[in-house]
């Protein structure tokens, strides 16, 4: 099995890890391990890890690559505090290989890349919870006692969504919607949306906290500005290119009134309302900074619930969480006055797919689980190994730009999408794309052709081309495969997953997105979030705004995230 595992990755061919998982529990004679994680408040879970027996440094270097991204799997979604391994300690050789894994991934490094990230944000977890640093185990199969069964959360959720909904019909509610190229800014004063606002930002080019803190709290400063009245001075800042100092000149000139509600939505692991992931594409420029240390200075940006705390009525209701999860939410709140009865008793889980892979997920009490969920990451494909080759910035690698590895950006989004276009037909990008150095990448000077070239991709699938449908229906494969992982983890007790994003914009597009992921999960129903989940007050004036839910319904749905 090993060496056909090999072939096929060396072939240039997808090895799938919850493929190679269920073969390795059907293996006659396995080498019997258990992983049981303990998180970081202290609870565990228990997952079996049967590996196959080798006989060559090859086969043992390709178990090495399967238990590294099970364990990166495992870490991205849960994190925790300890990850055990209890085998029989006759594997001598089992035992070595185990050991491997502080090397692989940096435990004791003083700064980390790569397969490390996820270690790194297991450390800033702990540190939130007020535990030690992470740390990985092996012992005795003898000495194993299996952890306690999980017990998922209750609740009325659908009852909870209204009244946070309806919460947000009296006061000055707020709601900011953070991304990697810009922020959508919300304010209503008693039920009525008052304005909304467009930011264009670069976190990632930011060498300091301040200088990502410092536009989301100015922001957040304009809306209560704006709630307090409007005035020519601040409707010019409402502008989408009015600049910085414009922006300061019409606040520091004008009255503001105190939020009573303040929902934040930021695009990284956010876990009681601080900050703590930290290795994220939007930190790149503090990471990367030499003239400061990383971890203090992270520490400010961690904090930013506590420089806009001042900006609130003493008691307001002020919440942030990861950009995934109010995705998640917002959809269940429109939902929840759709007029229908939906079934939130196993939770709701939600995807972004359009420039990137982001996942939201919500128990069924209205919480939200206090782990990364960073799925976006998972690796899913131990095959491919040409296009493992690839430098990350070739559109035809599997390897992302952020981490470094074959990740699941590269199989589902916009990144996978182009990659998948190539090796169906390259024709399919003709105009879109340029060789630099050898290196072949969608053309973004001097004009960025990214979102032009997803579009040509869908209007060719929509006009019956099969190679761009090949694309989607792939993606849509790819999509089963993360959702298998996701259940092997998380166990998940819901199987409706809403799409967000560009993917399901085209009716054509998201059939085959469909198509694809019943060939691999035929129970797993996709809902599209579009335009016709627009149901809470606030959310059916957007229109009247000039803009769209697509646009800014994660900002309302911030408000009502925090007003739960």
Same mark, same amino acid.
């Given at each position: 099995m090993l060496s056909q595992w090999l072939e096929r990755a060396r072939a240039g061919e997808p090895v799938w890890l919850p493929d190679m998982r269920a073969q390795c529990a059907q293996l006659p004679d396995p080498i019997d391990v258990t992983m049981q994680l303990t998180l970081c408040d202290g609870t565990q879970r228990d997952f079996p890890l049967p590996l196959p027996r080798w006989e060559n440094d090859g086969q043992r270097q390709f178990v090495l690559q399967y238990v590294t991204a099970c364990v990166w799997n495992t870490l991205s979604a849960l994190s925790g505090r300890e990850l055990a391994f209890y085998f029989d300690p006759a594997e001598t050789e089992t035992a070595a290989l185990l050991g491997k894994l502080d090397t692989v991934f940096q435990v004791h490094e003083p700064t980390r890349r790569e397969y490390g990230k996820v270690v790194s944000i297991a450390d800033r977890l702990c540190r939130a919870f007020g535990c030690g640093p992470f740390a990985f185990a092996l012992r005795d199969k003898r000495d194993y006692t299996p952890s306690p069964p999980f017990v998922p959360p209750q609740g009325a959720l659908t009852q909870q969504l209204r009244r946070a909904a309806q919460r947000c019909e009296s006061g000055v509610c707020c709601g900011i919607d953070i991304g990697g190229t810009d922020i959508k800014a919300a304010v209503s004063v008693d039920g009525q949306l008052v304005c909304v606002k467009e930011y264009d930002w670069d976190p990632a080019s930011s060498p300091t906290a301040e200088g990502i803190t410092g536009p989301i709290v100015l922001l957040v400063r304009l809306m209560a500005c704006c709630a307090a009245g409007m005035t020519p001075a601040l409707q010019a800042a409402l502008d989408k290119d009015a600049s910085d100092e414009e922006m300061t000149r019409a606040v520091a000139q004008s009255a503001s009134v105190p939020l009573d509600v @303040?929902?934040?939505?930021?695009?990284?692991?956010?876990? /009681?309302? /601080?900050?703590?992931?930290? !290795?994220?594409? #939007?930190? #790149?420029? =503090? /990471?990367? $900074?030499?003239?400061?240390?990383?971890?203090?200075?992270?520490?400010?940006?961690?904090? @930013?619930?506590?420089?806009?705390?001042?900006?609130? /009525?003493?008691?307001?209701?002020?919440?942030?969480? $990861?950009?995934?999860?109010? &995705?998640?939410?917002? &959809?269940? &709140? !429109? @939902?929840?006055?759709?007029?229908g009865a939906?079934?939130?008793?196993?939770?709701?889980? &939600?995807?972004? @797919?359009?420039?990137?892979?982001?996942?939201?997920?919500?128990?069924?009490?209205?919480?939200?689980? !206090? =782990?990364p969920v960073e799925l976006y990451d998972f690796l899913l494909d131990l095959g491919s190994l040409p296009q493992r080759q690839l430098p990350p910035e070739d559109l035809r690698s599997t390897r992302n730009e952020n981490s470094g590895l074959p990740g699941a950006r590269r199989y589902l989004g916009q990144a996978a999408a182009f990659r998948l276009a190539y090796d169906a037909d390259p024709a399919l990008l003709e105009g879109f794309i340029e060789e630099r150095n050898g290196i072949l990448a969608i053309r973004q000077t001097p004009e960025d052709m990214r979102k032009p070239c997803l579009a040509h991709l869908m209007e060719q699938a929509a006009a019956g081309n099969g190679a761009a449908q090949s694309v989607f229906r792939q993606i849509g494969r790819n999509l089963g495969q993360i959702s298998r992982e996701m259940r092997f983890l998380m166990r998940p007790r819901t199987d409706v997953r809403y799409l967000f994003g560009r993917f399901v914009k085209h009716p054509a597009c998201f059939r085959l997105l469909q198509e694809g992921c019943r060939e691999i999960v035929p129970d797993l129903r996709l809902e599209a979030a579009d335009e016709e989940l627009t149901c809470t007050a606030l959310m059916r004036q957007l229109p009247s705004h000039g803009v769209t839910v697509a646009q800014f319904g994660q900002a309302i749905g911030a408000m009502y995230y925090a007003a739960i």
């Open positions: @303040l929902g934040v939505s930021f695009p990284d692991v956010v876990i /009681r309302d /601080r900050i703590v992931g930290g !290795e994220s594409p #939007k930190t #790149k420029g =503090m /990471r990367e $900074n030499p003239a400061i240390d990383y971890e203090t200075a992270f520490a400010g940006l961690g904090g @930013l619930v506590d420089q806009l705390r001042p900006l609130c /009525r003493e008691g307001a209701a002020l919440h942030m969480t $990861n950009d995934g999860h109010i &995705a998640a939410f917002t &959809a269940a &709140a !429109e @939902l929840a006055f759709s007029g939906p079934d939130f008793s196993g939770g709701v889980i &939600a995807h972004a @797919l359009g420039t990137d892979f982001g996942v939201g997920y919500l128990d069924s009490d209205g919480s939200i689980p !206090e =782990m």
